[in-house]
C-alpha cells in the first residue's frame, strides 16, 4: 500500500478515534503509575508458545507448505493502541479507546513516535492508567495495536546452528530515529512500513553486519472481520475476552488484565530445503512475523 493510503486510512482513524473519545479526558500515558489514589487499569502482556496458531481471521492456521517456522524467545513488546469494546458489531474506534500512542509526522507522514513507546518484558505493564478513564459498561471485547517486537531465534549456517536477534516494526507506519537489536544500534531518522526488520547474529561472537529487510506480509488476527474490519497495514489485534469484563465505576481494587500473545510459530520464513532451520545465507527470505492470537484474561 502507498504512503499516501496509510495517511488517509491514520486521518480516518484519527477522526473516528476522536469523535468518540469523551471530550474531558485524554488517554494518560502508559505505565504512568502514580498520582492517582484510586484503582488503575493494568494490561500486561504474557507470550505463549503454547497458544493456538490461528489467521487473519481468527481461524487455526498451520505453517503453510514450502515455509518453516518457529516459536521466538520474546524479549520486549509495544503496543500502540488499547480499545474495550462492547459487542462485535462495535465498529473499530467505537468502543472506549484508553489509550493511544503519541505519533509524528517528522518523517513526511503520519506515523508512530518509535521514540515515545514503552517497551516491556514478559509480564511488564504496558498500560497503567486510572480506571475511571474507562467508562462504566460491559465489554465482550479487546483490541490492542501492536507497534513493535524483539525476540531471539535460532538460524543455520554452514551446517551449524547459531542464535540471533530480531526487532521487527507491526505499526502502519513508524518514525524511527534509531533503535536497539542486541547490542547494535540502527539509525533509521526516517518512517518504515509494517514489516520492516532487523536481524543481529548473536553467536558465534564474530562481526557480522545487522541484516535489515521488509517482510511481505504480516498476519494481524482479527475475528471480527465481517462486522469490525480494520485498515490495511495496521496491527489492530482483536480478540474476545473469555467472560465479558463489566466495570461499574464503583470499583474500589485495580483491575489487572493479562494479554497473552501467541507466539506459536509466529517466525515464518520460505523454506528451501525442508529441515525447518531459517538459514538467510542459502537465500531463505522471512515471510511473516505477525502474532498469531490473543486472549485478554481478567486477573
Known amino acids: 500500500m502507498h504512503l499516501r493510503s496509510f495517511a488517509l ?59 518453516g517456522a518457529q516459536s521466538p524467545v ?3 513488546m509495544s503496543a500502540h493502541y488499547v480499545e474495550f469494546a462492547p459487542a462485535a458489531l462495535t465498529p473499530l474506534g467505537g468502543g472506549d479507546v484508553v489509550y493511544r500512542a503519541p505519533e509524528t509526522t517528522i518523517g513526511g507522514d503520519n506515523a508512530i513516535d518509535h521514540d515515545l513507546c514503552l517497551e516491556v518484558p514478559q509480564g511488564g505493564e504496558f498500560l497503567n492508567i486510572p480506571l475511571g478513564d474507562l467508562s462504566p459498561g460491559t465489554y465482550e471485547w479487546l483490541r490492542v495495536s501492536l507497534s513493535y517486537q524483539n525476540y531471539d531465534i535460532r538460524f543455520g549456517a554452514l551446517g551449524t546452528v547459531y542464535h540471533g536477534t530480531v526487532a521487527s516494526f507491526l505499526g502502519f507506519n513508524t518514525y524511527i530515529s534509531s533503535y536497539q537489536v542486541h547490542d547494535s544500534t540502527v539509525v533509521v531518522n526516517d518512517d518504515k512500513l509494517q514489516g520492516y526488520w532487523a536481524f543481529e547474529v548473536i553467536n558465534p561472537p564474530i562481526p557480522v553486519p545487522v541484516t535489515l529487510g ?80 490473543m486472549i485478554p484474561t481478567v486477573q
Open 9 to 67: 486510512l491514520g486521518l480516518a482513524a484519527t477522526l473516528l478515534i476522536a469523535s468518540c473519545k469523551k471530550d474531558d479526558d485524554e488517554p494518560a500515558a502508559p505505565g504512568s503509575g502514580g498520582g492517582d489514589a484510586g484503582p488503575r487499569l493494568i494490561m500486561k502482556f504474557k507470550f505463549d508458545s503454547t497458544q493456538v496458531r490461528l489467521n487473519n481471521i481468527g481461524l487455526p492456521a498451520a505453517v503453510p507448505a514450502g515455509h
Open 74 to 76: 520474546f524479549n520486549r
Open 214 to 293: 521488509q517482510a511481505p506480509g504480516t498476519t494481524v488476527v482479527n475475528p471480527l472481520f465481517a462486522t469490525s474490519p480494520i485498515p490495511a497495514g495496521s496491527c489492530v489485534v482483536t480478540a474476545a475476552f473469555p467472560t465479558a469484563l463489566t466495570v461499574t465505576g464503583s470499583e474500589t481494587e485495580d483491575v489487572v488484565i493479562e494479554v497473552a500473545l501467541s507466539t506459536n510459530n509466529s517466525f515464518e520464513w520460505a523454506e528451501t530445503d525442508g529441515d525447518n532451520l531459517y538459514e538467510p545465507i542459502d537465500g531463505e527470505i522471512v515471510q511473516d512475523m505477525g502474532i498469531r492470537g
